[in-house]
């Protein structure tokens, strides 16, 4: 008498197999929660880096003395008051602040300098002479239009009131005018400079952390929702 073997039983749908999701040890299906939540935190990253990065060019062009020339190589919203070359101009200017002097010319395509030949000369309200240095705490040279603005000096202003600002004619007789400016500081140019540097780092690197977990997310999320679909039951609540 022979008997015949068993059939084979249904294969329980959570062996393994080519295909075939994993669940979790107790027995419960898989959660998308953990990568949605590293994915849109990666994506949050993303966008602080954006706004690092806005701020930190808005830093930049807080230095650039983009104030002292108009769209038209006019005197910008920053200059105090303009003198021709030769000529001399009364400025109301405020007590105990520095201010730069600039040569401002047409430079005809030329990136040269213009000199002046002698010295712009102050003198205060009262008469008296103001010392005028042959610097400034910052040295600028731009361009806007057919207008090229160079340092040239500064002095410091005591008290508020009138000054009288005297300025020689160029030395090769082109026309030219002196523009009068609050000083820019040496110390807070730095500082914004080490800021926008470092600004600019603090972006890149959140950026990167960022995006490595965006894509990481993504990919465990997509990884986690096939195992869901391979398991043949409903998507675990968030």
């Known amino acids: 008498m022979t008997t015949s073997a068993p ?4 294969r329980s749908p959570a062996g393994p197999g080519p295909g075939r999701g994993q669940v979790a040890p107790d027995g419960r299906p898989v959660s998308t929660r953990a990568p949605r939540v590293l994915t849109f935190a990666g994506v949050a990253l993303c966008l602080v880096a954006l706004a690092l990065t806005a701020l930190a060019a808005r830093s930049f062009g807080g230095l650039l003395p983009l104030d002292l020339l108009d769209a038209e190589g006019g005197p910008g919203t920053a200059v105090v008051g303009v003198v021709p070359a030769p000529g001399s101009v009364p400025v ?9 002097l600039f040569v401002a010319h047409d430079h005809g395509g ?6 002046l030949e002698g010295d712009i000369t102050v003198r205060a309200p009262d ?6 240095r042959d610097h400034a705490e ?10 090229q603005v160079d340092t040239v000096g500064s002095f410091r202003a005591a008290r508020s009131g009138t000054y009288t600002v005297k300025a020689p004619s160029t030395a090769d007789g ?3 005018s002196v523009l009068i400016a ?3 500081h040496l110390m807070p140019f730095v500082g914004g400079i080490f800021g926008t540097v470092l600004g600019l780092l603090g972006a890149v690197f959140v ?3 960022g995006a490595c977990m965006t894509i990481g997310g993504a990919l465990w999320w997509r990884s986690r929702a096939r195992t869901q679909a391979a398991q043949g039951a409903p998507r675990a609540a968030p």
């Open 182 to 184: 609050p000083e820019q």
């Open 207 to 209: 950026g990167i952390v």
């Open 174 to 176: 082109s026309t030219a």
């Open 7 to 10: 059939a084979p039983g249904p």
């Open 127 to 132: 008469g008296t002479a103001v010392d005028v």
């Open 92 to 100: 109301e200017l405020e007590g105990g602040a520095d201010y730069d």
């Open 138 to 147: 910052v040295d600028q040279h731009l361009g806007r239009g057919d207008t």
């Open 110 to 115: 030329a990136d040269l300098a213009v000199e």
